[in-house]
């Protein structure tokens, strides 16, 4: 016959033979004449009986009672079905957010050199406003910056190119440094992804990319003629060569050397491989950046 777990009468049996199967093998001889004649063991069997049926009680609770994983009670951060950007997966929209965590740093302090020069997109630099410097998102693009050390968010615009030293993703102004709390240590962990005007999760304008290809930023050099020499060569390798008048660190001025025009990312970071290699052991950055 099977056993059944729910019954209470089996539960029953298997507790008078485990009870018997102790008084034949654990009770020592000399008691057992005791324990018969003042009705111990029909007193164990009595509370095997309440026993049996407690644990039948908590082995039926047991089964009936949903089974949980460890992270099943975490509220999620976001609504069943979205993604990271706060989009369904199946919209224009989630594909084309731009989301990004690296390095931040900021710039437009006392004495280096950048408050009230000229930002690529043409304008004053103010380090009281909220703007940033990125390499390929397009001007006037809002992105939200999140310092991941402590939270603290800001939505800046874009109006510079850089930052243009690796590992680094974004520049900030000062006022944003100081609202994220980054000033003291110059540069932190960030994620950022690009917002509408009211903050919220939106893609990157097409409109805002169309003819403005990328280009490769071979250096910065504030010695012309090294800059001329440089040129020259990557000229006679892979073709135009542009030169573009900057301001670099401590208000001194830099030509910034680009080559090419490469419609796809993927076009540019191929010819990034390839100019590696013939500028290999000089100590080079190299930076993908917008034509404009």
Same mark, same amino acid.
């Given at each position: %016959?099977?056993?059944?777990?729910?019954?209470?009468?089996?539960?029953?049996? %298997?507790?008078?033979?485990?009870?018997?199967?102790?008084?034949?093998?654990?009770?020592?001889?000399?008691?057992?004449?005791?324990?018969?004649?003042?009705?111990?063991?029909?007193?164990?069997?009595?509370?095997?009986?309440?026993?049996?049926?407690?644990?039948?009680?908590?082995?039926?609770? @047991?089964?009936?009672?949903?089974?949980?994983?460890?992270?099943?009670?975490?509220?999620?951060?976001?609504?069943?079905?979205?993604?990271?950007?706060?989009?369904?997966?199946?919209?224009?929209?989630?594909? @084309?957010?731009?989301?990004?965590?690296?390095?931040?740093?900021?710039?437009?302090?006392?004495?280096?050199?950048?408050?009230?020069?000229?930002?690529?997109?043409?304008?004053?630099?103010?380090?009281?406003?909220?703007?940033?410097? @990125?390499?390929?998102?397009?001007?006037?693009?809002?992105?939200?910056?999140?310092?991941?050390?402590?939270?603290?968010?800001?939505?800046?615009?874009?109006?510079?190119?850089?930052?243009?030293?690796?590992?680094?993703?974004?520049?900030?102004?000062?006022?944003?440094?100081?609202?994220?709390? %980054?000033?003291?240590?110059?540069?932190?962990?960030?994620?950022?992804?690009?917002?509408?005007?009211?903050?919220?999760?939106?893609?990157?304008?097409?409109?805002?990319?169309?003819?403005?290809?990328?280009?490769?930023?071979?250096?910065?050099?504030?010695?012309?003629?090294?800059?001329?020499?440089?040129?020259?060569?990557?000229?006679?390798?892979?073709?135009?060569?542009?030169?573009?008048?900057?301001?670099?660190?401590?208000?001194?001025?830099?030509?910034?050397?680009?080559?090419?025009?490469?419609?796809?990312?993927?076009?540019?970071?191929?010819?990034?491989?390839?100019?590696?290699?013939?500028?290999?052991?000089?100590?080079?950055?190299?930076?993908?950046?917008?034509?404009?």
């Amino acid at each position: %016959m099977d056993f059944n777990v729910l019954s209470t009468q089996n539960w029953n049996r %298997m507790f008078n033979v485990w009870i018997e199967d102790i008084q034949v093998i654990a009770l020592p001889a000399a008691i057992t004449p005791f324990a018969l004649r003042g009705s111990l063991l029909p007193k164990v069997r009595t509370f095997a009986r309440y026993a049996s049926g407690i644990v039948v009680l908590l082995f039926a609770l @047991h089964c009936s009672s949903p089974q949980t994983s460890v992270g099943a009670a975490r509220t999620p951060a976001l609504p069943p079905g979205l993604p990271p950007t706060g989009f369904p997966d199946d919209t224009p929209e989630a594909r @084309h957010v731009y989301t990004e965590s690296g390095l931040a740093s900021w710039y437009g302090g006392d004495g280096d050199g950048f408050a009230g020069g000229i930002t690529a997109n043409g304008e004053i630099y103010d380090p009281s406003a909220l703007t940033c410097a @990125h390499r390929t998102l397009p001007f006037g693009a809002r992105v939200e910056v999140e310092n991941l050390a402590n939270g603290k968010r800001q939505v800046l615009r874009v109006n510079d190119r850089g930052p243009f030293i690796r590992g680094r993703i974004i520049d900030v102004s000062q006022q944003a440094a100081q609202d994220l709390g %980054m000033t003291r240590n110059g540069v932190v962990n960030v994620r950022l992804r690009t917002v509408d005007a009211k903050g919220a999760p939106a893609p990157v304008d097409p409109a805002a990319l169309k003819g403005n290809p990328y280009t490769i930023q071979v250096a910065a050099l504030a010695n012309p003629a090294r800059a001329e020499r440089l040129s020259e060569e990557l000229r006679t390798a892979f073709g135009p060569v542009t030169c573009q008048e900057a301001k670099g660190p401590g208000g001194v001025t830099v030509q910034r050397i680009r080559v090419g025009t490469y419609p796809r990312l993927e076009e540019a970071q191929e010819a990034t491989e390839r100019i590696a290699k013939f500028c290999k052991d000089r100590g080079l950055e190299y930076f993908i950046v917008r034509k404009r």
